[in-house]
Structure formats: C-alpha cells, structure tokens
T-cell receptor, first 111, second 113 residues
Framework: GENVEQHPSTLSVQEGDSAVIKCTYSDSASNYFPWYKQELGKRPQLIIDIRSNVGEKKDQRIAVTLNKTAKHFSLHITETQPEDSAVYFCAASMGPNDMRFGAGTRLTVKP | DAGVTQSPTHLIKTRGQQVTLRCSPKSGHDTVSWYQQALGQGPQFIFQYYEEEERQRGNFPDRFSGHQFPNYSSELNVNALLLGDSALYLC????????????FGPGTRLTVT
C-alpha cells in the first residue's frame, strides 16, 4: 500500500519568512495530494490540494509543487504569520480513496 | 449549511468493552470515511462507506466495523477495546463523482482505561 513520509517533523521560522514542508510517496498510482492544517484540538482543514496532472498550484501565500518522477511534493508558505502556527499533514491517494497521511509537521511562527 | 458533525465529543471506556461512534456528513455528501488519529500522529484510514456498503478498508482488524444509513450518516463500532485503541476518531465526508475534497468532523476522543 501507499506509504507517505513527511519532513521535517518540526519547523520554526520567524514571522515573514518562508516555510517549506516536503513529502514523499511510494505508490506511483497515487494521483491526489492534499495538505491539511490542524490546530490544537481542532479538526484537520484542507488548505490546498493538487492532482497529478498539475505540477504546481498556488493560492495566495500557499503553494504546492509536485514531482511525479521523483514521487515527492512540497508545501510552500510565504510571508508566514503567527496564525500559520499549527500541525500540517500531507496525504496521498488514488482518487479520493484510501487516503494515507504523513506523520505531520509542527510549524511554529515566531512573532 | 452544517458541516460534518460527530458524537459524542469525548468517551471513556474500559478495556474489553464495545463502543459506537456516530457521524453525520456535510449536506450533499454521500461518502463517509473514518480515520484513527493517535496522539502526535497523522490520521490512519480505517474504512470508507458509500451507498451503505464498505468500499475500502485500511489495515485495521475486524474488531472495527461500520455502517452507513440511507441518510448517509455513519457509525463506527469497535469491539473488545484495547488500551491502544485510545485515539481521536475522525470522520470525513465527500460528494461522490465530484472533486476529491473531503471535509473532516471535529472528532471523538476515545480513552480506553
């Protein structure tokens, strides 16, 4: 089955800096890669997703890139703000089914 | 428009007991997936229900079972509870045939003592 690895496990940046989180996946059949943000005690919330027919997608300060050949994808957050502090999870699946998550990255943005 | 809801919020059970968790999907959604999230870990896929049938299953034992009702709501049942079953149980819903986006409920925190 699919295996998703996520790095780093913790990330601390200064407000205004950029943050990058990287994930690799094992199943070349995976074609859907969402990113979720989970604040303490709250539900995971979808912040951006990408399908395998697209190499990059951007939404304001957030962007995701996908390298199908290398089987890795990354989340980029620019101009970080304290409210970006949370745990971020990447995931991979074939369509919407059997979604496998990474172990998470705890992002801390220092004011 | 109500999002995904789950009940109860918290639950404490004793080892060996059985538990039932409930999920109501977001309005317009017909597919429900269940996940187990241990402390400090990512969600682990348990199974997915569509048209009242289990369509996909992750690496969980038969002690974990589920059901989907005609109104698309769903239940997760866990029998013979183990201490290791203590976790946050998340339900996520989506609309079949549409985008792949799925939306999570707030979860049920299960503690097994």
């Amino acid at each position: 089955g699919e295996n998703v690895e996520q790095h780093p496990s913790t990330l601390s940046v200064q407000e205004g800096d950029s943050a990058v989180i990287k994930c690799t996946y094992s199943d070349s059949a995976s074609n859907y890669f969402p990113w979720y943000k989970q604040e303490l005690g709250k539900r995971p919330q979808l912040i951006i997703d990408i399908r395998s027919n697209v190499g990059e997608k951007k939404d304001q300060r957030i962007a995701v890139t996908l390298n199908k050949t290398a089987k890795h994808f990354s989340l980029h957050i620019t101009e970080t703000q304290p409210e970006d502090s949370a745990v971020y999870f990447c995931a991979a699946s074939m369509g919407p089914n059997d979604m496998r998550f990474g172990a998470g990255t705890r992002l801390t943005v220092k004011p | 428009d109500a999002g995904v809801t789950q009940s109860p919020t918290h639950l404490i059970k004793t080892r060996g007991q059985q538990v039932t968790l409930r999920c109501s999907p977001k309005s317009g959604h017909d597919t429900v997936s269940w996940y187990q999230q241990a402390l400090g870990q990512g969600p682990q896929f348990i199974f997915q229900y569509y048209e009242e049938e289990e369509r996909q299953r992750g690496n969980f034992p038969d002690r974990f079972s589920g059901h989907q009702f005609p109104n698309y709501s769903s239940e997760l049942n866990v029998n013979a509870l183990l201490l290791g079953d203590s976790a946050l149980y998340l339900c996520a819903s989506r609309q079949s045939g549409s985008s792949f986006e799925q939306y999570f409920g707030p979860g049920t925190r299960l503690t097994v003592t």
